[in-house]
Every structure is written in structure tokens, then in C-alpha cells.
């Protein structure tokens, strides 16, 4: 069945430093790929998103790119902040297209200053 | 805009006692969804619905879990009799029909902690 594997954390960085969370997947089709994000005492929001192969999702300083040669969607961060320590969830949509979505088991990032 | 709410936010109670969980979606929204999470499952989800009709909930853990959605603006999730494994962050999301790629928006959760 369709799954997403993270990488274990916790990633413990210093600011500033660039960030890599690996994400791979295995579904069939062509599902289309997110990464959500989850500040303490909070409930997950959606961070970006891919939809086909090579798409590129983008958002407050955050990529990830849609590889499915290696079916792969790893987020990266050029220089991270203190304000982003959260746990971080990728996701894709289920096959059966029934809107349902798989989630990886979640990366915490803690930021220290 | 109000987001999805969810109550209460908080919620302590005792073995074998009943819990119920509340959800209001976005409005306009016409897919709900529940979620548990724990350190040891991570995120799991339990059931959801389109247009009120539950279309999968295979992630119900057992019949002490039940799901209903009496309208399009209000979902409950209850628990009868609770336990201690039960213990969770219980989150309802919802989301503009069943596309894949449209977003799922998150509540704040509730916090059970079953004693």
C-alpha cells in the first residue's frame, strides 16, 4: 500500500544553518506530495505542496521538489530560525483518489539561537 | 475567517466514563476528517466523511469509537467506555471536496487524557 517514510529526528540545528528533511514514498500513480507543519500546542498546516514530477513547492523560504525517479519529496531550508522548531509531516494522497492522505511518522526541528 | 473548531480543547476524565468530541468545519467545506495522535502511533486517522456520509473508517480503533456527522456544520467523535490508551490529541480537519491536492485544514485539537 501507498507510504511515506521520514527521516527519525530530532534534527537539532543552530540558526541559520540549512535544513534537509529526507522524505521518500511508495505509491502507485501519481499522487500529488505535501509537507505539513505542526508548531507546538497546535494543529497541522500546510506548509507546500507538488502536485506532478519536477513540480517545485515553495513557501516561506521552504522547497521541496517533486522527484519521481527516486520518489522523493525532501524539504530543504536555506537558513533556518528559531521560529521554525516545530514537527514537520510529509504526506501524499492516497491512490484510491478518495482525498485521503498518508502521513510520514513526522520530524521534529528544534532551532537553537 | 473562522477555521475549524474544535471542542474542548481540553478534556480529563476516568476510565469507563463516556468522552464526546465536538468538530465545526469551515464552512463550505464538505469533507471531515478525524485524526488521533500519540508519540507511539504518530498521526493515525480515524474516519471520514463526504457530504455527512462516512466514506471510510477503517481507522476506528474498535466499537467503543463511534462517528457521526448530523450536518454539514457539526461532527462528534465519542468514546464509550473510555481507557487509558485512549489518551491522545484527537484533531478534525476539513477540506473543499475529495481532490486530492486541495488542502486539509487542521483544528486546534483536543487533549483526552483518560485516567
Known amino acids: 500500500g501507498d507510504s511515506v517514510t521520514q527521516m527519525e529526528g530530532p534534527v537539532t540545528l543552530s540558526e541559520e544553518a540549512f535544513l534537509t528533511i529526507n522524505c521518500t514514498y511508495t505509491?502507485?500513480?501519481?499522487?500529488?506530495l505535501f509537507w505539513y507543519v505542526q508548531y507546538p500546542g497546535e494543529g497541522l498546516q500546510l506548509l507546500l505542496k507538488?502536485?506532478?514530477?519536477?513540480d517545485k513547492g515553495s513557501n516561506k523560504g521552504f522547497e521541496a521538489t517533486y522527484r519521481k525517479e527516486t520518489t522523493s519529496f525532501h524539504l530543504e531550508k536555506g537558513s533556518v530560525q528559531v521560529s521554525d522548531s516545530a514537527v514537520y509531516f510529509c504526506?501524499?494522497?492516497?491512490?484510491?483518489?478518495?482525498?485521503?492522505?498518508?502521513f510520514g511518522q513526522g520530524t521534529t526541528l528544534q532551532v537553537k539561537p | 475567517d473562522a477555521g475549524v473548531i474544535q471542542s474542548p480543547r481540553h478534556e480529563v476524565t476516568e476510565m469507563g466514563q463516556e468522552v464526546t468530541l465536538r468538530c465545526k468545519p469551515i464552512?463550505?467545506?464538505?469533507?471531515l476528517f478525524w485524526y488521533r495522535q500519540t508519540m507511539m502511533r504518530g498521526l493515525e486517522l480515524l474516519i471520514y466523511?463526504?457530504?455527512?456520509?462516512?466514506?471510510?473508517d477503517s481507522g476506528m480503533p474498535e466499537d467503543r469509537f463511534s462517528a457521526k456527522m448530523p450536518n454539514a456544520s457539526f461532527s462528534t467523535l465519542k468514546i464509550q467506555p473510555s481507557e487509558p490508551r485512549d489518551s491522545a490529541v484527537y484533531f478534525c480537519?476539513?477540506?473543499?471536496?475529495?481532490?486530492?491536492?486541495?488542502?486539509?485544514?487542521f483544528g486546534p485539537g483536543t487533549r483526552l487524557t483518560v485516567l
Open positions: 504526506a501524499l494522497t492516497s491512490s484510491s483518489n478518495t482525498g485521503k492522505l498518508i
Open positions: 480537519a476539513s477540506k473543499m471536496g475529495l481532490a486530492g491536492d486541495n488542502e486539509q485544514f
Open positions: 466523511f463526504n457530504n455527512n456520509v462516512p466514506i471510510d
Open positions: 464552512s463550505g467545506h464538505n469533507s
Open positions: 505509491a502507485t500513480g501519481y499522487p500529488s
Open positions: 507538488a502536485t506532478k514530477a519536477d
